[in-house]
């Protein structure tokens, strides 16, 4: 059975940073496309970072260029968001996203909330 987990969130004061992880069981998440997305309440969910397979291609939007990085950790099975400079439009929950051709496997959430 395929697991996604995310961890990291948590209530952070605007211009701090957190660090997101997301691990994996039944999968090895350098055979995959990573990304990360997040949803704010009442918005779409958006994809903040991306990381390619197998060439690790790194990919952003323009509201998170910059200040976010995302990273894979072969040792851990596990892939990364370093996220800096934090405002509160970057509240929200922030989900992973394993994809390859024929499958994608998401985790839970993991919930960030950026205080002014």
């Known amino acids: 059975q395929v697991q996604l987990v995310e961890s990291g969130g948590n209530l952070v004061q605007a211009g701090g940073s957190l660090r997101l992880s997301c691990t994996a069981s039944?999968?090895?998440?350098?055979?995959?496309?990573m990304r990360w997305f997040r949803q704010a309440p009442g918005k779409e969910r958006e994809m903040v970072a991306l990381?390619?397979?197998?060439?690790?291609?790194?990919l952003y939007p323009d509201s998170v260029k910059g200040r976010f990085t995302i990273s894979r950790d072969d040792a851990e099975n596990a892939v990364h968001l370093e996220m800096h400079s934090l405002t509160t439009e970057d509240t929200g929950i922030y989900f992973c996203?394993?994809?390859?051709?024929?499958?994608?496997?998401w985790g839970q959430g993991t919930q960030v909330t950026v205080s002014s």
């Open positions: 996203n394993a994809r390859r051709p024929g499958l994608e496997y």
């Open positions: 039944g999968i090895t998440l350098n055979m995959y496309n």
């Open positions: 990381i390619s397979y197998p060439s690790s291609v790194t």
